[in-house]
């Protein structure tokens, strides 16, 4: 038995919402690294709390909500590219390879940023190589999709590339610039920039996404 599902998300409200939760994970994490990192608070004496107690928010944490809900935003973008991909298939549309890729992509960034598969490629060699790694893949991937960027109006187009651009910005960029003292304030600052530029990339595309699917539902034909 065939299950059609159908289902309406209104991208600014979705968008909003997502931007909302990220904001106060945010947050969360800053106070956390403050109060347990910067000692000229002296919060941490004050208020006699462990790093551990404040674990869960923080975002270079596997067992935080952060990462839950990093994991949870990848995946969700990860189930519309794929959505979209049996929409441009049932109507004999060649896109439907891109967007397949695209949702097998994220797919893999979701399970990535539980299991952290990118994490034991540094263990074993060095940070360079996997930065240098995915710049490679970044950039085969923008060549790549150039006739799926071609297909799709030039602000859609260009929402997915700046959504690459934070991502990229934030997983690549960043990463290399916050150093590996994870007990340094500064570390911990940077981490909160790293992440908040992922999940930016991540929420970009679903609202990027949705307002296309809007606006191909109210095409005619």
């Not at 949705?210 to 606006?215: E, P, R, S």
Request: glycine share 10%; charged share 15%.
């Amino acid at each position: 038995m065939n299950v059609r599902l159908n289902f309406n998300l209104d991208a600014s409200r979705t968008g909003r919402f997502l931007v909302s939760v990220m904001l106060v994970l945010l947050a969360a994490h800053v106070l956390a690294m403050q109060a347990n990192f910067n000692e000229d608070l002296g919060l941490k004496e004050a208020l006699g709390f462990e790093y551990w107690q404040v674990a869960i928010f923080d975002l270079d944490e596997e067992e935080s909500f952060g990462t839950w809900f990093s994991a949870a935003i990848l995946l969700f973008a990860s189930l519309l590219f794929f959505y979209q991909a049996r929409l441009r298939r049932g109507l004999f549309d060649r896109i439907h390879y891109w967007w397949f890729v695209l949702g097998l992509g994220f797919c893999l960034m979701s399970v990535d940023e539980v299991v952290g598969m990118h994490e034991l490629i540094n263990t074993i060699y060095d940070e360079s190589v996997w930065a240098g790694l995915s710049l490679a893949l970044v950039a085969a991937a923008f060549l790549g999709f150039i006739p799926f960027l071609r297909r799709y109006r030039w602000q859609t187009s260009g929402l997915f590339i700046f959504a690459g651009i934070l991502f990229t910005g934030g997983a690549v960029g960043v990463e290399q610039l916050s150093g590996s003292d994870l007990n340094s304030l500064q570390y911990n600052m940077l981490t909160g920039l790293e992440e908040g530029l992922e999940m930016s990339g991540v929420i970009l595309a679903i609202y990027t996404v949705l307002q296309l699917m809007a606006v191909e539902d109210s095409t005619p034909g």
